[in-house]
Each structure stands twice: as structure tokens, then as C-alpha cells.
């Protein structure tokens, strides 16, 4: 009987082996063929998830850069840090007034318009249903500023000062209307807005 049983033993042992192999090999990037292969590195890279976009142009507008890029002008105001917290600063609506409130609502705020410019270069369709010009250079050009707005809000946020805020949502105003003036203040002959995301 404790021969079989070791028979048996070794041959699942042998088994696994042998499928971890498998497995192994199987999920080990195929080698790179002539001059143009691409690195390891890059293979990793396109091969990763898909970033696709659950919300149009408008509605990332009005539910992630706008309410933040407020919080950065509240700022400027020199009773900014004067705001009292909610009843329930856990359940507060208003940033400023919750659990991360003051002048650290303040620093996330930039940070995420900082991170916010990595969901403009993601495909995405406008509120008229065109798509996005996210390939465009100076669209480009455009989401670079925002990310550098936004690092230069959370610099100033840190030195919790209205003054230091001044120069940060200066530079914030002129990210947004760099590229509001282009592809935002549009419309069509009747008025409408059919001709947002176009030049």
C-alpha cells in the first residue's frame, strides 16, 4: 500500500511540474524578432488594461475639473481657512467643509486637476456626440498646462496662504481658457453648441 501511495505522490508531482512549466512558458513574452521589436517594456505597456472613458467630455468637466478647480479659487479668499467644518464632516458635500477640508481640500483639489489632465487624453466623445481632439497638439499642449496648474495649486496650497493661492488660480484660469477659447467657446449658427471639440 506505501508503495502505491508513493507511486502516487510522485507522479502529482510530476504533473504539476510539468503544467507549471507549461504555464510558465505560456505566459513568458515571445522573443523580440528584427530591428523594430519592441522592448519588454513596451510590450507590458500595450498590453495592459484598456482605458476607456465612462463619461463624455461634459459630463468629466462638470463632475471632476469644475467642483475642483472651484475649491482653488475658494482659495484666494483669505477666510478660506476660516471655513467651519459641516455638522458631519464625514457626509459633507462641500470639500472645503469635510473630513479633508481647509487647506488640505485645497491640496487635493490640485492634485486631482493635476491627475485629471491623464483623463483628457483618453478617447472620449463631447456632449454633441463628436469626438474628442485628443490626438490634437495643441490639445496636447492644453492638458500639459492644466497638469502644470494643477502642481503649481498644490505647491501654493501648501504654504496655506490666500497670497501664495493669488498666483495659482491665475495660472489655473489660463489652463482652463487655453483651451475653452479653442474648443469650448463655440457654436453653431443657431447658437447651439454642435460645433464644441472642433476649431
Not at 519588454?40 to 475642483?68: K, T
Request: aromatic share 6%; with cysteine; glycine share 8%.
Amino acid at each position: 500500500m506505501r508503495v502505491h501511495h508513493t507511486a502516487f505522490v510522485v507522479l502529482i508531482a510530476a504533473t504539476s511540474f510539468m503544467l507549471y512549466g507549461q504555464a510558465l512558458h505560456a505566459q513568458a513574452p515571445a522573443p523580440a524578432r528584427g530591428r523594430g521589436a519592441a522592448p519588454a517594456a513596451g510590450r507590458a505597456a500595450a498590453a495592459g488594461p484598456n482605458r476607456q472613458a465612462a463619461a463624455n467630455m461634459l459630463q468629466l468637466m462638470r463632475g471632476i475639473l469644475f467642483p475642483n478647480s472651484n475649491v482653488i479659487f475658494a482659495a484666494q479668499n483669505d477666510d478660506f481657512a476660516k471655513t467651519p467644518p459641516a455638522k458631519d464632516p464625514s457626509l459633507a458635500t462641500d470639500p472645503i467643509a469635510g473630513i479633508y477640508g481647509g487647506w488640505q481640500a485645497a491640496e487635493n483639489a490640485s492634485l486631482v486637476l493635476a491627475e485629471a489632465a491623464n483623463l483628457l487624453t483618453i478617447p472620449r466623445s463631447c456632449s454633441n456626440g463628436k469626438p474628442a481632439p485628443v490626438q490634437n497638439a495643441d490639445w496636447q499642449k492644453f492638458v500639459q498646462g492644466l497638469r502644470e496648474a494643477g502642481l503649481a495649486s498644490y505647491k501654493a496650497a501648501q504654504m496655506k496662504t490666500a497670497d501664495a493661492m493669488l498666483d495659482a488660480s491665475d495660472k489655473m484660469t489660463t489652463a482652463c481658457a487655453n483651451c475653452h477659447d479653442v474648443y469650448r467657446e463655440k457654436t453653431d449658427k443657431q447658437g447651439g453648441q454642435a460645433a464644441r471639440c472642433t476649431k
